[in-house]
């Protein structure tokens, strides 16, 4: 890449996020609750949730969260919005 006549680098951006691989996507590994309804004592809203892979539930849109009660749970995929923590945040996790 040539040089700008100023000397600056372009550091032109199309404004958008690198999409995600289609499986990383189907399954986060962290996910943020988003709406609790029906189920206020097990989730929490705004809160950050770890998430264990499983095909089929991801199949029937739903997933499978690490709870309150530290077990997992299936529950529907639009209760959560998938986030990328960074690496020292998910080692404390």
């Known amino acids: 890449m040539k040089p700008m006549a100023s000397g600056k680098r372009n550091t032109r951006s199309n404004g ?4 995600k691989p289609a499986r990383q996507a189907r399954n986060p590994r962290f996910v943020v609750c988003i709406q609790n309804k029906d189920y206020e004592a097990s989730l929490q809203l705004r809160r950050i949730y770890r998430t ?8 029937l ?11 997992d749970y299936l529950y529907p995929r639009k ?3 998938p986030i990328v923590l960074p690496k020292e945040v998910e080692k404390s996790f």
């Open 16 to 19: 958008s996020w690198p999409r």
């Open 61 to 71: 849109q739903f997933l499978r969260v690490i709870d309150e009660s530290g077990e």
């Open 52 to 59: 264990v892979r499983d095909e089929k539930a991801s199949a």
């Open 79 to 81: 209760f959560f919005c």
